[in-house]
């Protein structure tokens, strides 16, 4: 059974329809990538898994239905979204931050776990921890936005663009970090606009064009693809 599934998503921002019959699904312990061009659906599908846009059709997770799910809701389920541009908290620290990934949790020895767990990924996070999230650099904050979906402990992280603005050596780090992730057992869904990179680390993939599933295959098999390479890889 797969953990996450998608069947025939179509999604809203008011009459303007943006997903068309979307049905994909994500397998425990897989990285999935959906690529394609700016516009095509990519955040948007995202945002439907969270609740954050209008939809119809059917979400499972763990074979439960949560389409009708509020957003803080399948948060608790262990659904943690890293969104497109960081969203930090600018003004907080480093460290109020990370406490807001888990605002749900009351034990503070299973905060400080989890924030220590953190560490293990990003020492440089850890360096910054006084710091106002605001001051650091884009990569930096990068780092500190997925420390933030880490403190929720998820089942699935969903990452929207972590390479957006960032120095190719910074690239580098985030997608290393990515890979550690899954080697722990962590299913990672990812949004990417480097299409290459994405690939090369994803088992499968998924081509959204305007809003619906122009094809998935292994991610091996998509880098093979001629009009794959054409069009997303040149």
């Known amino acids: 059974m797969s953990l996450l599934q998608l069947q025939s998503i179509r999604s809203f921002y008011g009459q303007i329809q943006a997903l068309h019959d979307i049905s994909l699904h994500v397998g425990q312990g897989e990285i999935v990538t959906l690529i394609g061009s700016n516009g095509a659906g990519k955040s948007t599908t995202l945002k439907a898994i969270c609740g954050q846009v209008k939809t119809t059709g059917k979400i499972l997770f763990e074979g439960?239905?949560?389409?009708?799910?509020?957003?803080?809701t399948i948060a608790e389920l262990g659904i943690a979204?890293?969104?497109?541009?960081?969203?930090?908290?600018?003004?907080?620290?480093v460290k109020e931050n990370l406490e807001m990934g888990a605002f749900q949790v009351k034990d503070k020895k299973q905060i400080t776990e989890r924030m220590e767990r953190v560490f293990q990924y990003f020492p440089r996070v850890k360096e910054r921890l006084s710091q106002k999230g605001g001051t650091m650099s884009g990569g930096e904050q990068q780092m500190l936005a997925i420390g933030r979906g880490l403190m929720m402990n998820p089942k699935i992280l969903l990452l929207d663009e972590p390479s957006?603005?960032?120095?190719?050596v910074v690239v580098e780090q985030i997608f290393e970090i990515i890979?550690?992730?899954?080697?722990?057992?962590m299913t990672i869904l990812l949004v990417e606009q480097n299409a290459y990179q994405a690939l090369q680390i994803a088992d499968r993939g998924y081509v959204i064009q305007t809003g619906s599933i122009a094809l998935q295959d292994h991610a091996d098999a998509l880098l093979g693809n001629e009009q794959i390479r054409e069009a997303y890889l040149a």
């Open 179 to 185: 890979q550690k992730l899954n080697q722990t057992g």
């Open 164 to 168: 957006m603005g960032l120095a190719p």
């Open 81 to 93: 979204h890293v969104p497109e541009g960081r969203r930090i908290f600018p003004g907080l620290t």
């Open 64 to 72: 439960n239905e949560i389409q009708s799910h509020p957003p803080h």
